[in-house]
């Protein structure tokens, strides 16, 4: 009965959900205000970097610009003081986890605590994978990745810090889009000779993820994958040269309801199935067995 009431519950958030997005798509919603708001945002010294520090300068937000380019940054900081509000400029290599910190350390002691963090730096090597050096390979994802779990962290806010799964899943949509890159890349050079196919598994049953589950009313229509099955679905695909695969087949909807739908009807359905809270268990059974001293790899 009660997974009734939230089938129903979900179904109304859905619709709601969804006309709130069409009704938005006509009405500009209203704006916040960010007067007097402390503003972080990496990547400052670039041209969006710039903009955005611009921008918020404008809503009288003041401003903390992190950016490796020293003198750069420093005339972004300029610009925005003229536009009447304080400005902190800060050099900061943002590949290096302890430049991050201390930065961060220096912020909260100089100038106060961070309420915007706009996480905009990025770099790119702009080669080709067989020849770009490993350096610049590992610099592009520490800057564009990792760097960000390193500033997010630095803000010891609640819904940064939230999700218990965020490294894991950011890992993954990573690997998603190195994949996609890949394969496009390839396209590009006419090397038809090498294939590629991207297997996206619902949870396998390999005791990677013991305690993780979905609610118990959906568990029977969705239980965790057999690993051979997953193999040997995995094998048909690679060998049919198929260019992604879903396992079982009702993942391919969360990959057309995230295109397709609003955030919030996402969120809806991501609720119902118990999405927000299956990983618990699961850390819970890690922090035991951390605490007993035993980590199993898998």
């Given at each position: 009965?009660?997974?009734?009431?939230?089938?129903?519950?979900?179904?109304?958030?859905?619709?709601?959900?969804?006309?709130?997005a069409v009704v938005q798509t006509f009405l500009r919603p209203r704006l916040k205000s960010v007067d007097g708001e402390l503003c972080l945002i990496t990547g400052a010294g670039g041209a969006l970097g710039r903009l955005f520090a611009l921008e918020f300068a404008k809503e009288g937000a003041h401003l903390v610009l992190w950016?490796?380019?020293?003198?750069?940054?420093?005339?972004?900081a300029e610009l925005?003081?003229?536009?009447?509000?304080?400005?902190?400029?800060?050099?900061?290599?943002?590949?290096?986890?302890?430049?991050?910190?201390?930065a961060a350390e220096r912020v909260r002691a100089e100038v106060g605590c961070v309420s915007i963090l706009v996480n905009?730096?990025?770099?790119?090597?702009?080669?080709?994978?067989?020849?770009?050096?490993d350096e610049l390979l590992e610099r592009t994802l520490l800057v564009n990745c990792h760097a960000l779990f390193w500033v997010s962290k630095t803000k010891r806010?609640?819904?940064?810090?939230h999700s218990p799964r965020n490294d894991y899943c950011a890992s993954k949509f990573?690997?998603?889009?190195?994949?996609?890159?890949?394969?496009?890349?390839?396209?590009?050079?006419?090397?038809?000779?090498?294939?590629?196919?991207l297997v996206c598994p619902y949870i396998v049953d390999t005791g990677m993820f013991a305690g993780c589950e979905i609610r118990k009313e959906l568990r029977s229509l969705i239980p965790p994958l057999e690993p051979l099955y997953t193999v040997q679905q995995s094998m048909k695909a690679i060998l049919a040269e198929q260019q992604m695969i879903c396992i079982p087949r009702l993942m391919y909807i969360p990959f057309l309801?995230?295109?397709?739908?609003?955030?919030?009807?996402?969120?809806?359905?991501?609720?119902?199935?118990?999405?927000?809270?299956?990983?618990?268990?699961?850390?819970?059974?890690?922090?035991?067995?951390t605490s007993n001293g035993h980590i199993k790899s898998f």
């Open positions: 009965m009660i997974v009734l009431v939230d089938l129903l519950l979900m179904l109304i958030d859905l619709t709601c959900s969804i006309l709130s950016d490796c380019n020293a003198a750069a940054n420093e005339r972004t925005a003081r003229e536009l009447g509000v304080q400005v902190r400029a800060y050099t900061v290599d943002l590949s290096k986890r302890q430049s991050i910190y201390e905009n730096a990025g770099v790119v090597a702009g080669r080709r994978l067989l020849d770009c050096p806010t609640p819904a940064v810090l990573g690997a998603v889009g190195f994949h996609e890159s890949l394969t496009h890349e390839l396209l590009a050079e006419d090397l038809d000779g090498i294939k590629t196919t309801t995230r295109a397709l739908l609003p955030w919030e009807a996402n969120v809806a359905t991501y609720r119902f199935m118990g999405g927000d809270k299956c990983m618990l268990p699961f850390i819970k059974n890690i922090e035991l067995k």
